[in-house]
């Protein structure tokens, strides 16, 4: 009996590490779009470190808005109902029936 547990438990920790390393479903070809996209956009990669955050948002705002034009023109182009909206979820709770006898647990406190 013994035996099947270390053997069991050495399986599992040797499988660890191999879903440790599971890809995160993103390819080299996708990240050299969106690199490219950056480049077209006016990111340079080569600017100092201290502007590095503030030049890279203001590059990914002008592909987030070129992409937002071109889905608006799509979307004025289509057909079907319009997908703006909101929703919610929840809501209060109707109180409980009192029931003669029973006390809060918050009782005499």
Not at 23 to 36: D, F
Not at 57 to 83: C, E, I, K, W, Y
Not at 95 to 105: D, M, V, Y
């Amino acid at each position: 009996m013994k035996r099947i547990l270390i053997a069991s438990l050495l399986t599992a920790t040797m499988a660890l590490p191999v879903a440790a390393f599971a890809q995160s479903g993103v390819t080299r070809a996708q990240v050299r779009a969106e690199l490219l996209e950056l480049q077209q956009a006016g990111y340079r990669g080569t600017t100092s470190d201290a502007t590095y955050p503030s030049e890279l948002l203001a590059a990914q705002q002008r592909v987030a808005a070129r992409d937002a034009s071109r889905t608006s023109d799509a979307a004025n182009s289509s057909f079907g109902p319009a997908t703006s909206g909101s929703s919610s979820s929840g809501g209060r709770a109707a109180p409980a029936q009192e029931i003669p006898g029973l006390h809060s647990i918050y009782f005499g406190s």
